[in-house]
């Protein structure tokens, strides 16, 4: 009996032995099969997650985000204890003691889908296995998914400590809202840093992870406060609060950004505009657009804010100015649905839905309204963000639409999308009424740089950044028109040519393949002999052919591609007037080294990139074509009293006397050529107008002795801006004003002169010598090179080869008509004038 005793437990021992063998070994068997192929760990240990690239101003603000994924990385030791026990006692409170997996955790899942028939499984990961699902493997719950997990599980357990998972997991995960990571999250839900979150605030954002959409802090508050609540039960169990923390924590209300408890984060940041998406665009194009998106990349930027709001006032106000002109209401082109007009509600919701510009703050802010009623003598309208019972009213008087043709009957609707700003007192700022606004259909750019570091302070690419993301300040290619003539005159200058030089103002006809081109003056009037600065100050384009035909268009287009107006000028002589296509990004540039004295400078957007990791991986200053050398920098032995020198080390381009003629000449054209009516600012200025065809587009660039700055104004599609439109009347009053805000800020002074200038006095109208006692409005002093004087610069007479062509009066640039006689291509004499038809003219070429 004993025997057999003995014989029976003996073979159940050996059959559970055996089979335990077996079940050890299949597992062992399974777990090699899946491990073979998974992919590597190692990498984790130098993974860099993608993170948000921020772009700041000069004075150290957020302005802008870009990223894929909505995340702020912080390293483990940065994430306070608070926030990591949160999300231990949410996820895993074994955490820190398990392998990388919780067997009891695996095994009760297991029974509880058995007992469910599948129907009910629920997860059984540790933090480690989460961070492999998000990592390494995909996000399915098939069995096969589970058992790789373990083993990598397993394997990063031995190779990371626990704070480098940790960090990996909460730097990874997705709570909802665009925002992965816990700072991101801190973030979009309270508008709080890290540190600054309480006890049940990080509970919450554990609760998260679960299932981010079946926790929304508005539509499923109720459940989520009962996710919140039993975290904080687990942290008090836990041990990592106490009991009065607990029970004080557990009272507080649900309290989100989404409810409107705090204030969103990103109504700190300015609405995104033209010269922070141009930084995007640039850096996408320099770093990649998935590396710019996802490197975590810290940008400052050039950009002054206050000078940038000033720069798209000054263009607005332009745009909106003509567009009121015209007499015609467009309004937006969107309607709601009138029969959502008696439910506020209703139509507050679909008004906050329209797609409309609602990022102009000219004179006061632009709101989106809708009409409500048309009457006679008024519009009834609702305004988003303001309540009815608003004691401003909710009327817009039919005074109000004077400036358009119609009444209100034929030009609203009950329905109608629109925009309406308040009109206040000057002197008092009391409310005057709401008054209708609307987008123009004219657009244009601005810019304005520093002429010596190349920094972009301001840039304004249209009427409006959320109505056209198009930037026409550095995308859209446009006729320069006369505002091309200095590069014509440089390169004249830098040939031997002085502003003292006499170029005939006469007819020309020219046989082109298209036919015969007569080039015309804009004021059809001609100065016959005339010197260079007259020329340019009164924006002759027959002296501009002459010259260039002098010159050479070889001369001019290689000048012109020299300075970065254009990449390959084409050799015809109508490109002498501005009749080829370039950026006003780039005439700004090429302006730049003129008041500069004739140095290289390049157009920056940003002065500094960094990485994650704060190491600067872009710095203008040390970029080729702007250095800036800083000597003594890295000397840690400079003497007391001694700073660092920042050394010079840019190309130059241009003689330093060529420069300041040309920057002289351009000072006329501000005193008393053909920007005086509109350009009159407390320091010197120099600049030239540009006005090409019909008047399809018009320019004024000018700068002073630090800053310059520049607009053109056209439709996008190019057509008329109609008769009298000009560069000087346009753009001139935008340039003045955004300038004289800018004088006030940085200053200005004197242009710098070379000290090889030789000064002469001269008469500008004929070219003629004047003693040095000589006075009086006709009287310039010119800077002349030493050669040039003893070479005798007097007395030359240049008509570029052409004829002159027709009869025509010859009108002095102080208005007299006399005759005077010119000398011809073939070497004659001729008389013209006075009272002379004007015979074969026509109308071509621009001014």
């Known amino acids: ?103 009891r955790g695996i095994v009760a899942a297991g029974v509880q889908a058995v007992q469910s028939g599948g129907r009910d499984v629920r997860g059984a990961s540790t933090i480690t296995q989460q961070v492999m699902k998000n990592f390494l493997l995909s996000g399915d719950r098939r069995a096969e998914r589970k058992i790789k997990e373990i083993i990598l599980a397993s394997r990063v357990e031995g190779a990371l400590d626990k704070d480098k998972i940790l960090e990996l997991y909460l730097n990874e995960i997705f709570l909802g809202q665009n925002s992965f990571g816990v700072t991101a999250a801190a973030q979009t839900y309270f508008n709080k840093t890290l540190s600054e979150l309480e006890p049940h605030e990080a509970a919450m954002l554990a609760s998260m992870p679960k299932a981010p959409s079946d926790y ?6 109720e459940r989520l406060t009962q996710r919140r609540d039993f975290v904080l039960k687990e942290m008090y169990e836990n041990g990592y609060i106490d009991k009065a923390t607990y029970e004080h924590e557990v009272k507080q209300p649900l309290r989100s950004v989404q409810n409107g408890d705090f204030e969103p984060y990103n109504q700190a940041l300015p609405p995104r505009d033209y010269f922070t998406d141009e930084i995007r665009r640039q850096l996408s194009r320099d770093f990649g657009e998935d590396q710019f998106f996802s490197g975590g990349y810290s940008v400052r930027a050039t950009l002054d804010p206050e000078m940038q709001t000033e ?130 259909k004219v657009q244009g750019g601005f810019m304005a740089m520093d002429v010596n570091t190349g920094r972009v302070i301001a840039m304004q690419g249209g009427f409006s950044y959320q109505n056209s993301v198009f930037n026409r300040a550095t995308q859209a290619k446009r006729q320069p028109g006369s505002s091309f003539k200095p590069f014509v005159y440089a390169a004249a200058l830098d040939s031997g040519y002085t502003p003292a030089t006499i170029v005939v103002d006469a007819p020309i006809e020219i046989d082109t393949p298209q036919g015969v081109w007569r080039p015309k003056n804009a004021s059809n009037q001609f100065y016959g002999p005339t010197p260079l600065r007259t020329g340019i100050e009164r924006s002759r384009n027959l002296m501009t052919i002459r010259l260039a ?46 008041a500069n004295g004739g140095e290289r400078v390049e157009p920056t957007l940003v002065d500094r990139v960094q990485d994650r990791y704060g190491n600067t991986v872009y710095s203008h200053d040390a970029a080729q074509g702007n250095r800036r050398v800083c000597v003594d920098c890295a000397d840690p032995n400079i003497p007391p009293g001694r700073s660092p020198r920042i050394v010079n080390d840019r190309e130059r381009i241009m003689d330093a006397i060529t420069a300041y003629q040309l920057t002289s000449m351009m000072q006329g054209v501000v005193e008393r050529g053909t920007a005086s009516r509109t350009v009159n600012l407390p320091v010197p200025t120099a600049g030239k107008t540009g006005t090409t065809n019909d008047a ?70 004929s070219g003629a010598r004047l003693g040095a006692g000589a006075s009086g409005p006709n009287v310039v002093a010119e800077c002349f090179r030493e050669d040039d004087l003893l070479n005798g610069v007097w007395g030359i007479q240049l008509d570029g ?36 038809g004007f015979g074969t003219l026509s109308s071509g070429g621009l001014y």
């Open 1 to 103: 009996m004993t025997r057999f005793i003995f014989s029976f437990f003996g073979g159940i021992f050996a059959v559970v032995t055996m089979g335990t063998m077996m079940i050890a070994l299949t597992i062992g068997a399974i777990f090699w099969m899946y491990g073979r192929d998974l992919p590597s760990h190692e990498h984790l240990a130098q993974y860099t997650p993608p993170t948000i690239s921020r772009i700041y101003s000069q004075e150290g603000r957020v302005i802008d985000e870009f990223a894929q994924e909505r995340r702020l990385f912080t390293p483990a030791n940065e994430i306070p204890d608070l926030v990591k026990n949160a999300f231990i006692s949410a996820e895993d409170k074994n955490f820190y003691t398990h392998q990388g997996y919780d067997v």
């Open 216 to 221: 929304h802090p508005v539509r499923r508050k």
């Open 311 to 440: 720069a798209a006032h000054a263009l607005q106000r332009a745009l909106e100015q003509y567009d009121r002109g015209l007499g015609r209401w467009r309004g937006t082109g969107k309607k709601i649905d009138a029969g959502l007009l008696g439910d506020e509600a209703a139509w507050r919701e679909a008004l906050a839905g329209v797609r409309v510009t609602r990022d102009v703050t000219l004179e006061s802010k632009w709101r989106v309204a809708v009409v409500r009623e048309v009457r006679e003598n008024s519009l009834l309208i609702g305004i988003e963000d303001v309540p009815l019972d608003d004691p401003r009213g909710m009327e817009v008087p039919r005074s109000d639409t004077d400036w358009f043709t119609g009444n209100l009957f034929e030009n609203f609707e009950p329905g109608d999308v629109i925009h309406v700003r308040e009109m206040t007192e000057d002197a008092s700022g009391n409310f005057i009424r709401w008054t209708l606004r609307q987008v123009p």
């Open 549 to 594: 035909q002098e010159v050479g268009m070889d001369v001019v287009a290689n000048y012109a591609e020299k300075f970065g107006v254009y990449d390959n000028m084409g050799r015809v002589l109508a490109n002498a007037l501005g009749a080829d296509e370039t950026t006003l990004m780039r005439m700004i540039s090429a302006y730049a080294m003129f």
């Open 696 to 765: 399809k587009d018009v320019w004024f660039i000018g700068f002073t002795s630090n800053i310059v700055a520049g607009c053109y104004i056209g439709y996008d599609q190019p057509r008329s801006l109609g008769r009298g439109a000009s560069g000087g009347g346009f753009c001139g009053p935008v340039f003045t004003q955004f300038m004289q805000k800018a004088v006030k800020k940085y200053g200005g002074g004197p242009f710098k002169v070379p000290e090889t200038c030789n000064f002469v006095n001269i008469d500008r109208f």
């Open 801 to 836: 080869g052409f004829a002159i062509s027709g009869s025509f009066d010859l009108i002095r640039p102080e208005g007299g008509s006399v005759a005077r006689e010119v000398t011809t291509s073939t070497g004659r004499k001729a008389v013209v004038g006075p009272k002379a």
